[in-house]
């Protein structure tokens, strides 16, 4: 039987949260998957419990980056190496529900999507339930305004990013973004599920808090990656933010 997922997860620091991100992508329903961690980290006393973790699980596969590259390319080189039909990303310190992946994959399977994407809770560090980011079927102008998909509950066909060189580019932040933008402009819808299938964490003191780190990136998506003027891509920031802030 062909392998179907591959589970893409960067990851840094913190080994505690990447175990339970593990432990929600093997306790799957669905179980025709793949992991692969690209560890991007220099913390060396995490190398023993990832060996011994590859060591452990056949499913479970582990790149060791020589220098911290970031994300974004760290997801590109699990990609290279992957051997599934659908590519699934999960970040380190986020989780699944336990009949994400069989959701995501029954409805690509039988409708024929590209690209899905679902609901997703927002919790605090200690696991507590802070909010709901509902999920919206989406295209290029609808996305061009509002970045509202969730990284780790993002579920692609590979072959649509087969061709590109480095999906992901060398951004801290909006890496995603600049992702979701190339395929949707291309024509790739990305449909919705409506369940929180994914609990994203909260995360004191994560790039993704950084709001100077965010603008910068995001007047960055929109001058060097869709190629808009300088004054447009302010604008358009502005836009962007604006919309965040009204779904806060």
């Not at 009949?99 to 409708?111: A, F, G, R, T, V």
């Not at 295209?139 to 970045?147: I, T």
């Not at 291309?186 to 790039?207: A, D, E, M, Q």
Request: aromatic content about 10%; some cysteine.
């Amino acid at each position: 039987m062909k392998l179907k997922v591959s589970v893409i997860i960067p990851f840094y620091n913190n080994l505690s949260l990447l175990k339970k991100s593990i432990k929600s992508v093997l306790n799957q329903t669905f179980k025709s998957f793949e992991i692969i961690i690209i560890y991007d980290g220099g913390d060396k006393s995490n190398i023993k419990y990832l060996k011994n973790l590859n060591a452990k699980y056949s499913k479970i596969k582990i790149i060791y980056n020589k220098k911290n590259i970031g994300a974004g390319l760290s997801r590109n080189k699990g990609i290279k190496i992957s051997k599934g039909k659908y590519i699934a990303f999960l970040d380190s310190d986020d989780t699944w529900k336990k009949n994400k992946l069989s959701s995501q994959i029954s409805l690509m399977e039988k409708s024929k999507y590209s690209a899905t994407h679902t609901s997703f809770n927002i919790i605090d560090y200690e696991g507590n339930y802070l909010s709901k980011r509902e999920a919206n079927d989406l295209d290029y102008n609808k996305l061009l305004n509002s970045c509202d998909i969730g990284l780790s509950t993002v579920v692609l066909k590979k072959n649509i990013i087969n061709k590109m060189n480095k999906p992901f580019p060398p951004l801290k932040t909006k890496e995603d973004y600049v992702l979701w933008l190339r395929l949707s402009k291309r024509g790739v819808i990305f449909y919705s599920l409506k369940k929180p299938l994914t609990n994203w964490k909260n995360t004191p003191n994560s790039l993704s808090k950084s709001v100077y780190q965010k603008l910068k990136d995001a007047i960055s998506v929109y001058k060097d990656y869709v190629k808009m003027s300088l004054s447009r891509s302010i604008i358009q920031t502005l836009i962007l933010s604006t919309n965040f802030l009204i779904k806060k």
